[in-house]
């Protein structure tokens, strides 16, 4: 492929979210191509992010090719009240232009619009196809955190159990579905529990009303909150949090189809790190924990209180967890695998 121009809408102003670095610009850095984010410079082909107004004439005044990196399952809202107020709120901020109809319907119809959609999880994929036949799923690169052995991780070698989880504050809401097994565990076991994340968010279309994230944590581990503790995310946090920790978790509101829909991703790096991990039982989690032959999920407060307890007394069981997991990363997750992913992407409306 050539030299390519390439048109941005990120996600973030300096290209500092993980959806902008770990996709786009890892492909483009990889690859040798430039990407301008003004939106006054003619391009070879343009890439729009759900930061996006879908409705800007900048799209169709470049005519040129437009891929949609639709990460989230915006097409799968949590119910038409949420979907038209996201949509009503982003007209009224300014965010997206046109007329006001659910947000859904404006993604619906980019996705439509556009030369290719790409997503980050096969179930995404199922939904955004009736819209899109030229559709490509590519998870994020996960390259700024290193690969360490299981070695590495403590997994029981002190009396205190630490329990790493790691994300960002929207998804904290599915510790509280576990906070009762937490505390039944720690009435044995000493326990620490590690939140490797942003001390604030922002409540509202992430710009409006900055909420620390303790609070966040207080409201869903009640009696536990006393034994969390906030690290601030940067790559080498997260690494020291990993080699101190003796397990991961990610467990998720699974009403919520915004979480329910994720793609893989936080799974993947918890294994990278060489943590066992368990989840749970989302539709992206149960693939990959059956395809690695792992015993990752949790559906049940039973499984969780039985897995967890099971990892934290059984170290060859958490060693083989882990190294199924590792294997599963280099047989599908190599960095080749992901830029073929983006170049397919991008050859597909290059002509």
């Excluded at 047989?331 to 050859?347: C, I, M, P, V």
Aim: hydrophobic letters at 40%; aromatic letters at 8%; a neutral charge.
């Amino acid at each position: 492929m050539k030299h390519l121009k390439i048109g941005y809408w990120p996600l973030s102003p300096n290209l500092s979210s993980p959806g902008d670095r770990r996709r786009l610009i890892f492909w483009a850095n990889a690859r040798g191509h430039t990407v301008v984010t003004s939106r006054d410079q003619s391009v070879d082909v343009i890439v729009a992010s759900e930061n996006s107004d879908f409705n800007s004439p900048y799209f169709s005044q470049m005519k040129v090719p437009i891929i949609f990196d639709l990460i989230d399952a915006y097409l799968s809202p949590l119910n038409p009240y949420d979907d038209f107020l996201r949509g009503l709120a982003k007209r009224i901020a300014g965010q997206i232009s046109g007329s006001i109809k659910p947000f859904s319907q404006h993604v619906i119809d980019f996705c439509s619009n556009s030369s290719a959609v790409i997503c980050s999880s096969v179930e995404q994929e199922e939904i955004i196809r009736l819209h899109n036949n030229n559709t490509h799923v590519i998870l994020d690169s996960h390259e700024e955190i290193p690969f360490l052995n299981p070695g590495n991780s403590r997994v029981l070698k002190s009396e205190k159990c630490r329990i790493l989880w790691e994300g960002l504050p929207a998804t904290i809401g599915g510790v509280k579905s576990i906070s009762s097994i937490l505390s039944e565990v720690s009435k044995t076991t000493a326990l620490s529990l590690d939140f490797v994340t942003n001390e604030k968010y922002f409540q509202f279309l992430n710009k409006y009303i900055e909420r620390n994230t303790f609070d966040l944590l207080k409201k869903n581990l009640d009696q536990l909150t006393n034994l969390a503790n906030i690290i601030p995310w940067t790559p080498s946090a997260l690494v020291k949090s990993a080699k101190d920790s003796d397990i991961a978790v990610i467990p998720i509101d699974l009403s919520v189809p915004m979480q329910r829909l994720k793609p893989e991703n936080r799974l993947l790096i918890m294994w990278r790190l060489g943590l066992p991990c368990l989840t749970s039982p989302s539709p992206a989690y149960s693939r990959v924990s059956r395809d690695a032959g792992v015993s990752t999920t949790c559906g049940t407060l039973e499984e969780w209180f039985e897995k967890l307890n099971r990892l934290l007394s059984d170290s060859d069981f958490a060693f083989s967890e882990i190294q199924a997991g590792q294997i599963y990363l280099r047989k599908n997750h190599e960095r080749s695998h992901l830029l073929n992913r983006w170049d397919k992407a991008f050859e597909s409306v290059m002509g």
